[in-house]
């Protein structure tokens, strides 16, 4: 009888600037939990043991990740990744610092599978497909952002700065950083309202924070993938061939698709971008439906 609970069909990693030690995505496999993780671009030049705060939240959850019993909940995996992170704090004498000041916490997010709950976890603006389902909970502030970042390019063209000179120095990136910098206060706070947003950063998640999904028995496949794609597709091919596509007409991502960051000179993308496609097996079907 085949014991194998799930097949891994197509799997990527990439950095933005081409250099895999750059990379503030990580993927995890283990035998329980399939999991992308996102770690946030980091806002500061701080180091965590020669890593971004964005490396080092996402190295956390995926070391978290492969201890976790089998049948954990997404509560329960929320809470120890979350211990973690704060005892990463303690000991480094922070967690006063990064109480007041969430710009300097570890942050990412992640879609992932539990295999033996055959659910979805979604925390942050991480995306999946579901079969043809697409699931992604993009965050309102960034939202506004990346558009505040658009009007400050295109006056800039208007003004007749060259696309080249824009490519160099992003003078959108510049105007919205106090934004995106003040957003951070909005994290996992509950009196934020709609712009208040999820992520993974050693303090509780905001209500309804970690959201849920059963997979349904007729989706063959599931992908999960960081927001490095704008435009996910069922495949790796389709996804690399919709981000090419999109860059080559839009580099700067202001004329028609809207980000809070767009591709500079020196770069190969305008994110961090990681892809795990798998299929569940029939066993573990069986193993769900109580047989």
Not at 190 to 215: E, Q, T, W
Request: glycine letters at 6%; charged letters at 25%; one cysteine or more.
């Amino acid at each position: 009888m085949n014991t194998k609970k799930y097949e891994i069909l197509e799997k990527f990693i990439a950095a933005k600037s081409g250099r895999m030690e750059d990379c503030e995505d990580r993927l995890h496999i283990s035998e329980h939990f399939l999991a992308v993780i996102d770690g946030a671009t980091g806002k500061t030049p701080n180091r965590w043991n020669g890593m971004t705060a964005g490396q080092k939240a996402a190295e956390i959850i995926d070391e978290t990740f492969a201890d976790l019993p089998a049948a954990a909940t997404v509560a329960k995996a929320v809470s120890a990744i979350n211990r973690e992170i704060r005892q990463c704090y303690l000991q480094s004498g922070l967690l006063e610092m990064v109480k007041e000041k969430p710009i300097h916490r570890l942050t990412a997010c992640f879609a992932a599978i539990s295999i033996e709950r055959r659910e979805l976890w979604m925390v942050g603006d991480c995306q999946a497909l579901l079969g043809k389902e697409h699931v992604h909970f993009p965050k309102i502030v960034d939202k506004i952002a990346a558009a505040a970042r658009a009007v400050v390019l295109q006056n800039a063209r208007v003004k007749g700065i060259r696309e080249s000179e824009i490519r160099e120095n992003d003078p959108g990136r510049r105007f919205i950083l106090p934004l995106l910098e003040a957003q951070t206060m909005l994290q996992n706070n509950a009196v934020a309202g709609v712009f208040g947003y999820p992520v993974i950063d050693g303090f509780s998640l905001s209500v309804n924070g970690a959201k849920v999904l059963p997979v349904p028995e007729d989706a063959e496949t599931i992908v999960l993938a960081s927001d490095g794609y704008p435009q996910l597709k069922p495949d790796l091919a389709a996804s690399e061939a919709c981000l090419a596509k999109i860059l080559q007409e839009d580099p700067m991502l202001y004329k028609v698709h809207f980000e809070t960051k767009g591709k500079l000179a020196t770069n190969i993308s305008f994110d961090d971008r990681s892809f795990l496609k798998i299929r569940l097996t029939a066993e573990n079907k069986d193993r769900a439906n109580g047989c």
